[in-house]
């Protein structure tokens, strides 16, 4: 069970709750800022259509979004941040953790790559998200970080061509208590 239960292999589902913002580890990178400031109006509808129901008055452009651009990187990485700022409505949370989307641009509409839950209680100066220099498929290799139980884990993820997959999970000395 343990990382199964938090991550779907056929597309990872991500996410984070409030409180705790992923931190990059590349200078090739620009900041977290919000939706509406960096992220393009078609992606913000295409999640809304995926991800909301339209009974649910959600302002999309409160989500945080990275930008991720390398050089030799094939396409832009939009990564999602799904929860709302400044707001106690946290629709795509749950007790899993919170939705954590990727996207890259696609022929008609924006490729879904990254899509998982993460729980974001962790010890101290631990990333939630990081995403490294190497490239795989075109696109850059993210680390993950969970807790199951006491025991901290690594994950680490790369692009397959479709969509980000485990690569390698490592258990750290580090617990948390």
Same mark, same amino acid.
């Given at each position: 069970m343990g990382y199964r239960r938090w991550l779907m292999l056929g597309g990872l589902s991500t996410a984070l %709750? $409030?409180? /705790?913002?992923?931190?990059?580890?590349?200078? %090739?990178? !620009?900041?977290?800022? =919000? %939706?509406?400031?960096?992220? +393009? +109006?078609? @992606?913000?509808k295409q999640i809304g259509e995926e991800h909301l129901s339209s009974l649910e008055p959600v302002n999309l452009s409160q989500m945080r979004v990275l930008k991720v651009h390398?050089?030799?990187?094939?396409? +832009? =990485?939009? =990564? /999602? #941040?799904?929860r709302l700022a400044d707001s106690d409505q946290q629709p795509l949370c749950g007790q899993a953790g919170c939705a954590f989307l990727g996207y890259i641009p696609g022929q008609n509409e924006y490729q879904t790559v990254f899509n998982t839950y993460l729980d974001p209680h962790l010890p101290p100066d631990t990333d939630l998200l990081s995403v490294t220099d190497t490239l795989q498929s075109g696109l850059p290799t993210l680390t993950l970080h969970q807790l199951e139980g006491q025991q901290l884990r690594r994950? !680490? $993820? %790369?692009? #397959?061509?479709?969509? &980000?997959? /485990? $690569?390698? /999970? #490592?258990? @750290?000395? @580090?617990? &948390?208590?």
């Open positions: %709750a $409030v409180g /705790v913002y992923a931190k990059t580890s590349s200078t %090739a990178q !620009t900041s977290w800022q =919000l %939706a509406g400031e960096i992220a +393009p +109006p078609e @992606l913000l390398q050089s030799r990187q094939s396409a +832009p =990485l939009y =990564l /999602v #941040d799904t994950f !680490t $993820v %790369a692009f #397959d061509g479709t969509h &980000y997959a /485990v $690569v390698t /999970v #490592d258990n @750290l000395s @580090l617990t &948390y208590e």
